[in-house]
């Protein structure tokens, strides 16, 4: 079993940044990814960006290309994974959480998908006021 924590949320202001961390409780990542999934009230929890843990290869949603960025803190053990956000806007405002893989099975999946994730953080909130 692999506990996220998830770190870095807050209240901000139109236009502001930050940046919200992911960490495997006592241990390093040792799945295939590692992704950032939001839900708004009322929303469906939708996919921001994954990052691969053996590639760094990274993709993201449409809609924050360009002021959302994925990275991971040691190319060697990945012990972190954070989620920039610059530009925020109120819209942006959600629970925020990271998912991560067991690293068992075929890692070719839909990485973009919540199904492809086994084990999910506890969320942390982002509020942007205008």
């Known amino acids: 079993q692999v506990q996220l924590v998830e770190s870095g949320g807050g209240t901000v202001q139109t236009g502001d940044s930050l940046r919200l961390s992911c960490a495997p409780s006592?241990?390093?990542?040792?799945?295939?990814?590692v992704a950032w999934f939001r839900q708004a009230p009322g929303k469906e929890r939708e996919f921001l960006a994954y990052f691969m843990l053996n590639t760094g290869i990274t993709n993201y949603a449409d809609f924050v290309k360009g002021r959302f960025t994925i990275s991971s803190d040691n190319a060697r053990v990945r012990s972190a994974v954070y989620l920039q956000m610059n530009s925020l806007k109120p819209e942006d405002t959600a629970v925020y959480y990271c998912?991560?893989?067991?690293?068992?099975?075929?890692?070719?999946?839909?990485?973009?998908?919540?199904?492809?994730?086994?084990?999910w953080g506890q969320g942390t909130q982002v509020t942007v006021s205008s």
């Open positions: 998912a991560t893989d067991t690293g068992m099975g075929s890692g070719a999946r839909l990485w973009s998908s919540s199904s492809s994730y086994d084990y």
């Open positions: 006592g241990r390093t990542f040792s799945g295939y990814a």
